[in-house]
């Protein structure tokens, strides 16, 4: 009897998916049996490279800005083509932030994180389920990535914008999973805590002070979050839809 994390046959998409916890979730899905797709405004590091080969699964990246539709369009266009239609998981992972305080956000700055954080998480879902739904995916499954900001203020960084942005994803996720359970299409969120990637670690100070408030007290490494983006794609959480699943160490609950 297979597994029930098991995803062999299945395509999954990854947004932001070039670098970070955007990598680190295609590499769990392809390490579970997914052929990946990813789409990032960059090229991917050279571990995305190794992925296919490592795992035996399809591979392929789209330079794409999520925060454009025209750019989402032709994205999928050329993900569809290459894949044959084919698309079982999706999860919008590109997102962005700035460190700058409340009284001192321009306007300009805060379109940018809602076109990328926001609308660029709503359409990419909104194309991935339209695929699904034209190509009749039994068990789709479509993860948007939250972050703890949408439960509380981060420490030592002044973030009330991308705070906003993070909560409106997961406020969205229970909404379009009402309408799209019809289709046999499972939704839910994720909500990583502080993780070192490539966007943290220039910032040892913060990484250090980060410490403290994890109940676990460590930071996470990118490996350990996408373990969670592998149960939600799998028949392992098909109860499960409409949620959020936060993987902090602890530090909402603390």
């Given at each position: 009897m297979s597994s029930r994390f098991d995803l062999k046959g299945r395509t999954a998409l990854v947004t932001g998916g070039a670098r970070g916890c955007g990598l680190a979730f295609a590499?769990?899905?392809a390490e579970a049996g997914a052929d990946v797709a990813v789409f990032?405004?960059?090229e991917p590091v050279e571990g995305f490279h190794a992925i296919s080969s490592m795992y035996n699964v399809k591979t392929k990246s789209y330079i794409v800005d999520?925060?454009?539709i025209e750019s989402l369009e032709a994205g999928f266009a050329a993900f569809k083509a290459d894949f044959g239609g084919k698309l079982d998981i999706c999860v919008p992972?590109?997102?962005i932030n700035r460190n700058v305080g409340f009284l001192d956000t321009q306007f300009e700055d805060f379109e940018k994180l809602l076109?990328?954080?926001v609308k660029g998480v709503y359409y990419t879902a909104q194309l991935a389920a339209k695929q699904m739904i034209e190509n009749q995916t039994k068990k789709g499954s479509i993860i948007l990535v939250a972050s703890i900001a949408s439960y509380m203020a981060i420490r030592s960084q002044?973030?009330?914008a991308y705070c906003g942005t993070k909560g409106a994803v997961r406020a969205m996720c229970p909404a379009i999973a009402a309408e799209l359970v019809k289709y046999g299409i499972r939704v839910n969120s994720i909500s990583p805590g502080y993780v070192r990637t490539e966007m943290t670690s220039?910032?040892?100070h913060l990484l250090e002070s980060w410490k403290d408030e994890i109940?676990?007290?460590r930071v996470a490494e990118p490996e350990d979050i996408r373990g969670g983006c592998v149960f939600l794609a799998s028949d392992a959480s098909l109860y499960m839809t409409g949620q959020d699943l936060c993987l902090d160490g602890g530090v909402t609950k603390w």
């Open positions: 590499e769990g899905l990032d405004v960059i999520v925060s454009s992972c590109a997102g076109g990328v954080n002044m973030s009330s220039p910032f040892p109940m676990n007290g």
